[in-house]
């Protein structure tokens, strides 16, 4: 289990409430290590991640820790005596730009329809009438239904893309938060114009890894009815025909420890050629483009920059 607000909890994995006994702590957890273990025709990833869990909550100090929304680096730190519970505080609040380096022209909020959407479900949740001192708080986002972390997830994931390619530098225009249509409630998380092409980004966190099988993504924490891929291909065939424009590929981006390969390329379909990538790389490929592929005159992309920067809407 990572960090990532849209990781199952260790009392989500254990399949028992936050409140519960620690006596009955240890029971689920004795019952799912006979249920996944190998031996018995389990699960080894299951079993790893019952074994993961039960060393996150399964000593009452641990648990405490974690209830307080501390992380493991945290409680590293106060043993190591730093100070406990600001690097993992960090993460859930809102980005910070630093440095000051020619970077791409950017435009809209990264994250911001997310954040909205997570901080009134926040709010709902935990009662109209009670104040909401820090609606990031680590303690109360753990706490949380995994639906509301997975919004938060989503803001994260998408403030991180746009770090990561606002250093591109002047040639780049990124653009975030974009509607596809100015009567539709989809978006575009990142539309990026540069000279290997113009490229819809989708930026995501499911919270576990996941991997590409039969023309989409699969994993643990994707909807077996979910199809990101599909989705993203209809809604920038729907932006492309509003604004006049054509992609030059499909991104979706993922946390760099949710793929095991560096990328994967969809190789047959409609999709083909549409990309599934670590953060990390991104800036790399939207540099030089697909391999082989013809690279946009300075013409060509001022004019697609002029065509966005009129048609383009922010959700």
Do not use: C
């Not at 910070?96 to 479900?121: I, K, M, N």
Request: net charge neutral.
């Amino acid at each position: 289990m990572s960090e990532s607000p849209a990781s199952p909890t260790p009392y989500e994995v254990l399949g028992v409430s936050a409140t519960v006994s620690h006596d009955e702590l240890r029971r689920a957890y004795r019952r799912l290590l006979r249920e996944t273990h190998p031996d018995t025709g389990g699960s080894a990833v299951r079993f790893t991640e019952v074994q993961r869990a039960w060393e996150l909550v399964g000593d009452p100090a641990d648990r405490a820790a974690f209830d307080r929304g501390e992380s493991i680096a945290d409680t590293a730190a106060a043993t190591s005596g730093g100070a406990a519970g600001h690097g993992f505080s960090a993460t859930f609040a809102a980005p910070t730009s630093h440095g000051t380096a020619v970077r791409a022209r950017t435009y809209g909020h990264p994250g911001g329809q997310a954040r909205e959407h997570y901080l009134r479900l926040m709010r709902e949740w935990v009662g109209r009438g009670r104040e909401l001192a820090d609606p990031y708080d680590p303690a109360l986002v753990r706490s949380a239904p995994r639906e509301i972390r997975g919004l938060l997830a989503t803001a994260l994931a998408e403030e991180a893309t746009a770090t990561a390619v606002s250093g591109l530098g002047i040639g780049f225009t990124i653009w975030n938060d974009v509607a596809v249509h100015p009567k539709s409630s989809s978006k575009l998380d990142h539309v990026v114009l540069g000279p290997a092409g113009l490229f819809a980004v989708r930026s995501e966190d499911w919270g576990s890894e996941v991997k590409l099988s039969k023309g989409d993504i699969v994993g643990a924490g994707i909807a077996d009815d979910e199809e990101p891929f599909h989705d993203l291909h209809r809604d920038a065939k729907t932006f492309s025909r509003y604004v006049g424009v054509r992609f030059t590929g499909l991104i979706i981006v993922v946390p760099d420890d949710a793929l095991a390969v560096p990328y994967d390329r969809i190789q047959r379909g409609r999709l083909a050629g549409s990309l599934l990538i670590r953060r990390s790389l991104l800036p790399q490929v939207l540099r030089n483009g697909e391999s082989g592929a013809e690279r946009q005159s300075v013409d060509r992309v001022f004019d697609l920059r002029t065509r966005l920067q009129e048609g383009i809407r922010f959700v």
